[in-house]
């Protein structure tokens, strides 16, 4: 943990205790600090630094660029103690946390406006670790009929499929055109037991304990936290309730974030495991059931978890 010392010295500028207020709870890139603060870009870079040589912020690359965030060490409980009295006493603090919800706003918008361009022609075309094969390796694990929520539901094709077995299928999507599309479909298959609700899969529309079963299937890496997403499906679910994810393992193809609007190019299983166990699950299983031979040769990953009653 770096020296109380040189804590001190580094927050003493209160811009740079205006940066660290914001990257307390966001990861956020220069750019969307410079619109949230107004200041040049070399400014910011030079407060990150500083920041940085003193170990209170890291860094992590996305693409052409990189996000910023609290170390884990952070500094402890004295730089949050000091965080805590900033917020009351700088002025501009306020004003630059609805300035950071906007540009969060804008950065989910950006990726519900792209499942909003392809709705309707989605499975038209190429999305990575969407394969029978893993789908066929989930449904294994099913039980009997019961209320399942899936979770990024897109145009409905795998809620599709459970509602062959489930009593009730809620599907929730942040896109208003996939969910209309995802209708439609289920009218045209005589689908009667999908209930199709609009909203994030960090701020679930469904209430507490209402569902026996959970799923992501190749969504949850289009989640902003996906950890909040979890806490969501742990809070939804009933007592001995199931958790069930397929997504992509963690990979390089840096494309996929404009290509697929991609948050997280995938997850190792460690680190799937550890934020279903932070959440709360037990009995969590992780294992690779697919690889593609195409080029970028995707794996899909699947991971289950319990939520002991």
């Known amino acids: 943990m770096p020296s109380i010392v040189k804590i001190l010295r580094v927050v003493a500028d209160?811009?740079?205790?205006?940066?660290?207020?914001?990257l307390r709870n966001e990861e956020l890139s220069v750019a969307e600090m410079q619109e949230i603060l107004t200041m040049g870009q070399s400014t910011i870079s030079t407060h990150l630094s500083q920041l940085k040589q003193a170990g209170l912020v890291e860094d992590r690359r996305t693409g052409k660029s990189s996000l910023y965030r609290l170390t884990?060490?952070?500094?402890?409980?004295?730089?949050?103690?000091?965080l805590d009295q900033a917020r009351h006493e700088i002025p501009e603090a306020a004003g630059d946390q609805a300035a950071m919800r906007s540009v969060l706003k804008k950065r989910q918008d950006k990726m519900r406006s792209f499942f909003d361009s392809v709705a309707g022609r989605l499975g038209k075309d190429?999305?990575?670790?969407q394969s029978w094969?893993?789908?066929?390796?989930a449904l294994l694990r099913l039980m009997?009929?019961?209320?399942?929520?899936?979770m990024g539901a897109g145009e409905g094709t795998f809620a599709l499929l459970l509602a062959q077995r489930a009593m009730k299928v809620i599907a929730v999507d942040t896109s208003a055109k996939m969910i209309e599309v995802a209708r439609e479909q289920a009218l045209r298959h005589g689908v009667k037991n999908i209930e199709y609700r609009l909203g994030d899969m960090e701020e679930v529309p469904i209430e507490d304990g209402a569902v026996d079963l959970v799923f992501f299937s190749q969504s949850l890496h289009h989640a902003l936290h996906p950890e909040r997403a979890l806490q969501e499906a742990w809070r939804i679910l009933l007592p001995g309730g199931r958790i069930v994810i397929l997504d992509l393992v963690k990979h390089r193809f840096e494309e996929a974030r404009e290509l697929y609007a991609d948050e997280w190019l995938g997850f190792s299983e460690a680190e799937l495991e550890a934020m279903l166990e932070k959440a709360g699950f037990a009995q969590v299983q992780t294992s690779v059931v697919h690889k593609e031979p195409?080029?970028?040769q995707f794996q899909t990953l699947l991971a289950v978890g319990d939520k002991r009653g």
């Open 72 to 82: 884990t060490s952070g500094g402890g409980g004295v730089l949050e103690q000091l």
């Open 294 to 296: 195409e080029t970028p």
């Open 14 to 22: 209160p811009n740079r205790l205006r940066i660290l207020l914001l």
């Open 133 to 137: 094969k893993s789908v066929a390796e």
């Open 126 to 129: 190429y999305v990575p670790g």
């Open 144 to 150: 009997p009929p019961m209320v399942i929520a899936d």
